[in-house]
């Protein structure tokens, strides 16, 4: 017999890469998962007919337990009728119909697809580091920096569907130009390429750093995980980029809480993977950066669902 | 007889200086009002009983008509249990319960208590320029920068009450120190004491402009009036300043709208006052900042309210 305990959703975390599905039950822990290669390149009838496979192939695992949903999350801009806009690493992809699409295959359950960030933060939500916070503001701090806002324990999505996109918020008017064509925006200081980029110019002028060395003496191999390890193993120019690239993140995020009112941040992706000396210096900053009466409570949280986070939100769309 | 038609609201604003008091209508008419010096030097107390007088000779002005409730509009942080904090200008005034002292003399309608920011925000959805808005941030630029969030035809308040300090979002991590203790936040470019101040440096590195003839060659008395004036008149300086002064605005809002999927602010406050030459500012700076999906239905709107803002907003609390 099926209880409501025995009730399972599907999520799909549709990547420029991969398409990875999961069954996950009601308090989050995921059941069975396959992971594909993403057919991106060929265009969306290819990723559709994936994403069906995939799950198809999970509710065949499901072991009698019920359906109750299938949630999707995708890169991109989701909006409020379920169209995919122009995601990055997803060719001739313009603007998709991709919850109806997929309810013609699966028409006997709900069908909800969102922003692969604003299901990251519903993960946290629900089963992270945000169980015990009713708002917070979430980064995915990665190739470049998205986010996620939970407002009274509900994805906050804007009119539009295109909240969270807190890697554009300004911070330094005269700062570098971003991929936006804005100047100035946080995600040209510490998006992926540019901390890389910025790294690659310090290390030249301190060539003695370890962060060279691990990269065999190849500029162009130099990224954020040598960073980390370099800082890990003390090198202090690798400390003082981390450093600074958390301080540029928390001058953000303090500009975000003083407008919602927030306390708590939720840092995720792979950059925050760094850990402590980053998270350290994002604290710091946003400290020095929110209102004096906000000030006593902030918690800035480093998110420990890593890669299960997209298959997690996706299914806490339904769940 | 009395009609839902025929009801009326109490709106008080509470300032620094002054204590105005007003009947509105259902549909935002002032049907009378009275205005009264503060006497915020004297503590609470005698502030509270100000209050009390002014909505007792409102009602009794009410010419038969329902008083519906009374809505104060106080500076300072507003919880939410209607304890007014630390408002400015008002003296020995730490956190007062002023929702449930009022509640003591008029305890047979509701009373309610809100951050005079937001309850311009609200008069600008009712009854002014939000009125065809759902969702919009409005900014009230005067000695400081204020502001107030209405998703949904609703004010956001935030959890503790505090949401809308956009003033203190940074616009540039190297800027200059502002009151609250951080560097680069938006009201230290351009509140009113900021921005005269960045005025009188530029107008001492050219004293022929004609701001310094506005104020009789008196430095000391240089304020953003006479950047208006001197503006409007064909004065370079004047006109660069308060473009500038439009431009790091729009940095600002560009931000806000980039978190929350917002695309309409609207702008009140002495500074906005100054017109055309600095809404125009305002508007190329948010269209610079803001993603590129947002971009083309960006509206930036001049309140229209003006100092009745305050006594509607207030009402508009219990409307």
Not at 67 to 81: F, L, M, Q, R
Not at 247 to 268: H, K, Q
Request: hydrophobic share 40%.
């Amino acid at each position: 017999m099926n209880t409501s305990k025995d009730a399972i959703a599907v999520g799909v975390d549709l990547g420029g890469t991969t398409v990875k599905t999961g069954l996950v039950s009601m308090s989050g822990e995921i059941r069975y998962h396959n992971k594909f290669d993403s057919r991106g390149a060929e265009g969306p009838e290819q990723v559709i007919k994936q994403i069906a496979d995939s799950v198809t192939d999970a509710i065949a695992h499901a072991d009698g337990r019920r359906t109750i949903g299938i949630g999707i999350g995708a890169p991109g801009v989701v909006d409020n009728n379920g169209f995919v806009k122009a995601p990055p690493n997803l060719l001739h992809w313009d603007s998709i119909p991709l919850a109806a699409e997929l309810r013609q295959q699966f028409h006997d359950v709900p069908i909800s697809v969102e922003n692969d960030a604003n299901c990251a933060a519903i993960a946290e939500s629900k089963f992270g580091a945000g169980k015990d916070y009713p708002d917070f503001l979430f980064i995915i701090w990665g190739t470049g920096i998205g986010g996620g806002i939970i407002l009274d324990r509900k994805l906050y999505r804007g009119p539009s569907g295109a909240a969270g996109e807190v890697g554009h918020i300004c911070i330094d008017h005269n700062g570098p130009l971003c991929g936006c064509g804005a100047r100035g925006c946080v995600e040209a200081f510490i998006g992926q390429k540019y901390l890389s980029e910025r790294t690659v110019e310090r290390v030249k002028a301190q060539p003695s750093s370890l962060i060279l060395k691990l990269v065999q003496g190849d500029y162009a191999k130099i990224e954020p995980i040598y960073l980390s390890q370099a800082a890990d193993a003390g090198d202090e120019l690798a400390r003082s980029i981390l450093n600074e690239a958390g301080t540029f993140l928390g001058v953000a995020i303090g500009s975000v809480m003083n407008t919602l009112d927030l306390r708590v941040s939720i840092i995720g992706g792979g950059v925050s993977a760094a850990g402590d000396l980053v998270m350290d210096a994002v604290r710091d900053s946003v400290r020095m950066h929110v209102l004096k009466p906000l000030r006593d409570d902030i918690r800035v949280i480093q998110s420990k669902l890593g890669n299960n986070a997209g298959i997690l939100g996706a299914a806490g769309l339904v769940l």
